[in-house]
């Protein structure tokens, strides 16, 4: 029987974490919190887990990815902008922590609009330090592979950001006529 | 000029990866959110939504296929390795680190074992910079920029960071016999807390001979990885790692392709479109337009040729952490040009797409659907097929017949084929059955208790026989059979209990019918997929059975899919 008390008191901060620094919004980050760990119930009940920091941090970066990619399919009917705008970086230059707010706030947007495993890899990798090994068995590819999908996410993920905005733009009204 | 560019572009990347590791985050979670998110998972009752979309996970399994598999670079890591290595080793090591950062190309497999997860298996080919990776279901090609140095972030850093600590990490254990080679083998450790395998060992063969690696190993209680098969400075196919549009494409090529007549299309995972002539000779693939900006995933498993050859039907499926979702529109896309565009022909964004099929002319595309039913179970929706006119995109519904189903309720047949003048309707409800156009049933072909796939069942060209797969529920297995539209005994194909995953579509003269089919394996379930998938051939009465192709795949790997004969 899982012990889901202390699983959410031990590893509840950094599953936060994870969700808030995508999401960069509250509610959104409470959302993911709690759908995380539905997840991971879903989960405990088919197999026993053996790491639940990993398990943990694929699960709300999943969420999150996923909630940011919905976020991002709003935008193209009405503005929604995070809160606290763009300076949400720990700099101590107030100009320097605006610009870090909106390259952080790009890079979200970028995540956004990849391809749901390389983003995940990315995040894995980049935002959560997870390493190959750990990477490979939450997502169930050779290690191999993920450097590659790490490889092919930093490409677009590189080209987007110096697109910068428009591109974004771009990119969402093209997707939005589908839907 | 160009340097100067792509430090640029590396700056930026690795700031907006820098400002979101370290953007502010509140405290969290709060007390009242920890405190209800233990409630809801001690009552294990998880939100009614959440519940809805891991049932629909299981529906669409099929599909999921368990998000592809995996390939491979070693090189990197490799070279990273000896050159750290090869001042504190002995002179047979050293050698070996030289010849390896002299070899031109190398091919090797990799294979993984993760604790209760299937072995997955890759191939990797490297010449210079370029990496080709082969997984089950996915090949493709990358470039390695040189010049952007951390561009893979891959272990080489970490490896050179741990340069003076290098003697410590070796020890040679001895020769050892690998296939009939004398080998050294050396045993390398605690390289690195970051390294791939958090600073575990790994072991090493290299041909005393050729003075090269030919096997690297390495195993926790929990994990093991092989590279092996290596082939170094074997003369590599310029077109394993042709590339015409590295940026756009992640390194994919995208062909523009000449229509040959009577050929066979099929696929296998989810980026080529395969063909080859009846007599196995002058293989071809093409790579399938991706969408670039999108986590949709190319269904291989429903795209149709158009009759002429030209236009692949195609569609994409969504997938997420919750399972893989139906496409709801499909795209046309003409394989003849050279510029990948599709267009879109059909949506329906409130439902599910099960399968399209051209009309004999190729000018209409029958969709059948599913929707759920609002307010409804999960698994309770409707069916039905619309026709859809390509050229002015009108659409209208396709009338089936109904009938009483097994609970008693009325039920509505489903499209499987249409016959060239769209006169007569081939539907699926008890049995396989002909109709009219206006719905009303006129003949059984089959006994009414047969499961017949609706995606199966193709008309003959003369548009006097039908080729049809039927399920049998209790060990997953399929059968194909031919019957004549005017009705008689249905005659036997594939028989029951041998084979899966059966795909048929006749040759363009109508005598002969290919298809793909998969061993049955009921120690494998939930679909019973056994070891080998095949393409085969056979007489439309039944004659002349051969094998054309036959390939070795992994339990979760996708079985080889036909396309169409055309």
Not at chain 2, 68 to 80: D, E, H, T
Not at chain 2, 261 to 283: F, K
Not at chain 2, 499 to 522: E, H, M, N, Q
Request: proline share 5%.
């Amino acid at each position: 029987m899982t012990d889901w008390s202390q699983i959410v008191r031990e590893h509840g901060p950094m599953v936060w974490r994870t969700a808030y620094r995508l999401l960069n919004h509250d509610s959104d980050a409470a959302d993911c919190f709690q759908r995380t760990f539905v997840s991971a119930l879903a989960v405990a009940d088919k197999e026993p887990i053996r790491n639940w920091p990993a398990l943990l941090k694929r699960l709300a970066t999943a969420r999150a990815l996923e909630r940011l990619r919905q976020r991002r399919r709003e935008a193209n009917r009405r503005d929604v902008l995070p809160e606290g705008g763009g300076a949400d970086v720990r700099a101590a230059d107030p100009v320097q922590a605006a610009e870090a707010g909106e390259l952080a706030e790009h890079l979200r947007e970028a995540l956004a609009e990849l391809d749901a495993r390389q983003s995940q890899v990315f995040c894995l990798s980049c935002l959560e330090g997870l390493s190959y090994q750990q990477i490979a068995e939450q997502v169930g590819v050779t290690v191999n592979h993920v450097g590659v999908l790490l490889s092919r996410a930093r490409a677009s993920l590189r080209e987007r950001l110096l697109a910068h905005r428009p591109a974004a733009q771009n990119a969402s009204e093209r997707k939005g006529s589908h839907e | 000029m160009n340097d100067r560019m792509d430090r640029r572009e590396r700056d930026v990347l690795d700031q907006a990866t820098a400002a979101l590791r370290d953007a502010r985050i509140p405290d969290g979670p709060s007390p009242q959110l920890t405190a209800s998110t233990v409630e809801a998972l001690q009552a294990s009752t998880p939100a009614p939504d959440v519940i809805r979309r891991i049932q629909r996970r299981k529906r669409m399994f099929r599909i999921a296929r368990f998000g592809a598999a995996a390939a491979a670079v070693m090189l990197a890591v490799l070279a990273g390795a000896f050159w750290l290595l090869d001042r504190s080793a002995s002179m047979s090591f050293a050698k070996m680190v030289e010849n390896v950062k002299k070899a031109k190309s190398v091919s090797f497999v990799v294979k993984q074992k993760i604790g209760d997860q299937p072995e997955l298996e890759s191939k990797m080919f490297i010449r210079g910079n370029f990496i080709r990776y082969e997984t089950p279901s996915e090949t493709g090609i990358i470039h390695l920029d040189q010049k952007k140095g951390r561009e893979l972030n891959w272990p080489i850093d970490q490896l050179r960071n741990l340069k003076e600590d290098a003697k410590d990490h070796m020890k040679s254990l001895g020769d050892e016999d690998v296939g009939g080679r004398k080998c050294h083998v050396y045993q390398i450790k605690g390289l690195a807390k970051s390294l791939w395998f958090g600073g575990n060992q790994f072991k090493l063969w290299a041909d005393a001979k050729i003075g090269l690696p030919v096997k690297i190993h390495f195993a926790d209680d929990h994990t093991s990885v092989t590279w092996e098969d290596f082939i170094w400075d074997e003369p590599l196919n310029g077109d394993l790692f042709s590339l015409d549009d590295l940026k756009d494409r992640n390194g994919e090529r995208p062909t523009p392709a000449r229509v040959i007549p009577t050929r066979i299309y099929y696929q296998q995972g989810w980026t080529e479109l395969h063909s080859v002539q009846a007599d196995g000779e002058t293989p071809e693939a093409q790579f399938v337009p991706r969408l670039p900006d999108s986590a949709e995933t190319y269904d291989s498993a429903k795209a149709e040729l158009s009759p002429d050859g030209c236009y692949l039907a195609m569609a994409y499926t969504h997938i997420t952490d919750h399972g893989a979702f139906a496409p709801y529109r499909v795209l046309l896309w003409d394989r003849t040009q050279p510029k990948e565009a599709v267009i879109e022909v059909y949506a329906r964004p409130e439902g599910e797409l099960q399968s399209w099929r051209f009309s004999d002319d190729g000018k209409l595309l029958y969709v059948s659907w599913w929707q759920h039913l609002a307010g409804k179970e999960q698994a309770d929706g409707r069916t039905g097929t619309d026709v859809v006119d390509l050229k002015t995109r009108a659409k209208q519904a396709v009338k089936l017949p109904t009938y009483k189903g097994a609970d008693g309720k009325e039920q509505q047949a489903q499209f499987a084929a249409a016959s060239a003048d769209g006169q007569t309707i081939l539907v699926v409800g008890q049995g396989l059955q002909t109709a009219t156009a206006d719905g009303k049933v006129v003949r059984s072909l089959t006994a009414p208790d047969v499961n017949v796939f609706p995606s199966s069942v193709r008309v003959s060209p003369d548009g006097k026989e039908a080729v049809y797969a039927t399920f049998h529920r209790e060990d997953k297995s399929h059968q194909l059979f031919v019957v004549s539209l005017a009705g008689g005994e249905p005659k036997e194909l594939v028989p029951a209990g041998k084979f899966t995953d059966v795909r048929p579509s006749w040759s363009p003269d109508g005598k002969r019918i290919a298809y793909t089919c998969r061993l049955l394996d009921p120690k494998n379930p939930p679909f019973n997929y056994g070891a080998e998938t095949y393409l085969k051939l056979v007489d439309a009465n039944g004659a002349n059975a051969s094998v054309l192709l036959t390939k070795k795949v992994q339990p979760k790997e996708t079985s080889l899919e036909l396309t169409a004969w055309r």
